[in-house]
């Protein structure tokens, strides 16, 4: 009963503000350029938790099958693969944010539809300084279940750049909803983009 | 003119003035409200001034002393800590400063403070804990946030403010133990409702202490934040000292290194943060609270890129 009442009258809802959110970055995305000097490599993901069962192979079929079918479209590449937590990743490449995030939207309504919704877990956004000494990966983790953006810039074995996150929050932190509680920034270590 | 492009925290900070007169007003006009009710009430205010001025001149004059004894703080030479005396030389060289003196505390506990009665003879003191996790640069920014402190002579400030507080809070207690005992000092023509004059004194006299004490607390809110500012002033680089509050407060240890896949099915998304933003606390704080000192000291770095 409860999965349906939630299927029902959650999800409609939710895609339409996780959508709005993962969208912000579209102009978010030219600010972090300009005041951080941070660019979008144009590689994001998306990942979910895997359910053993017939519908959610389906769903992935699906999905593989809109990216396929989108590719002249929106001049985007993936691949899928499934980590050691048990998630499963559909990574995009593209060339223009516009498109990227339209992908990754994509994706996250179509996991919705077929009433996984809590199973989403983060859309990833890679970025790289290109300010002199710092050749840093930096990442912005878009939280499906909090629904806000918060950074992540790894730095060796298990380390981040505080500093630097706090900057990230600092210059966009306005314009994208943003996570405020540094309790939630969870990282994550090992990304398969 | 110049001005016009800088952002608003590299101003001249008039809201600190303004609000420091005002404060004062309100606590002298606390104060005398309050002596007048006591002269009205016949006891005899020149003792209690007397006794009042004698502590606050002791205070003031002992203040630096009083505060590095008990603190444990001690006063170390540059031979021995030669980096600690070049990072500060460094900060008031640039700033056109008189150097303070240095005290460092050996507790494992990251803090630092400044005292003293004017600029020359103010001390600043850390503590060892602090030198220990904090970077230069950081440590820079606490610097310059204790210097700022001295320069606009905080110290000075909370010791006039505090004086109304004690001097409510020491007749609080005269009340007290007067209608403990019966009139006190009174006159001996209105012994028979001197329990209840005691009484009046007794509220008017806390309320007075707690409205005064509540008042120093905004004060000395307001200059944490001003020397926040004065911080980011002196070393154009606010995230530093935003690194080091998180840092001191331990929030730094609040943000996880615990795989976002990892906690995931925990549902640690919907545990509420315990009694963050509390008013009554923050009522009562000399500081206000992290969060709220980073995100200005943000705020002033997201206004200089």
Known sequence: MNFFFRRSKKHPFNSRTNSDAIFSLSSAYITLETKLGLKNTGRSAVSMKVVDGMYFSDMKEDIQRFLDASKTDFDLRYRTLTDSYGYLW???????????LAGVTAVGDMVEEKG???????????????????NSIQ?????????????FIPTGQKN???????????????EVKFEKDMAFWYPMWDLPL | MSSISKPAWQKRDTGLTIRMIFSFAILTLLYLIFLSVLSYLGIGYIPIIIIASAMILAQWYFSDKIVLWSSGAKVVSKEQEPELHELIERIVARNNLPKPRIAVIETNMPNAFATGRGQKSSVIAVTRGLLQILDTEELEGVIAHELTHIRNRDALVLTLASLFSTVAWYLMQFGFYGGMYGGGYGSGGRDRNGGGIMLIILLVAMLTWVISFLIIRAISRYREFAADRGSAQMTGKPVK???ALLKISGTMKRIPTKDLRQVEGLNAFF?????????????FSTH???????????EME???S
């Open chain 1, 90 to 100: 559909v990574i995009i490449e593209g060339k223009h944010m516009e498109d990227i």
């Open chain 1, 116 to 134: 996984f919704s809590d199973k989403l877990l983060a859309a990833i956004f890679e970025f790289s300084s290109n300010i002199e000494n710092n």
């Open chain 1, 139 to 151: 990442y912005l983790i878009y939280n499906y279940k909090r629904n806000n953006f918060y950074p």
């Open chain 1, 160 to 174: 981040r750049d505080t500093e630097q996150e706090m900057k990230i929050l600092s210059a966009v932190g306005q």
């Open chain 2, 241 to 243: 000292l935003a690194n």
């Open chain 2, 271 to 283: 545990i509420v943060p315990a009694l963050s933003g509390s008013t009554i606390g923050n009522l």
């Open chain 2, 288 to 298: 206000p609270p992290v969060e709220k000192r980073v995100q200005k000291l943000m």
């Open chain 2, 302 to 304: 997201a206004s200089m």
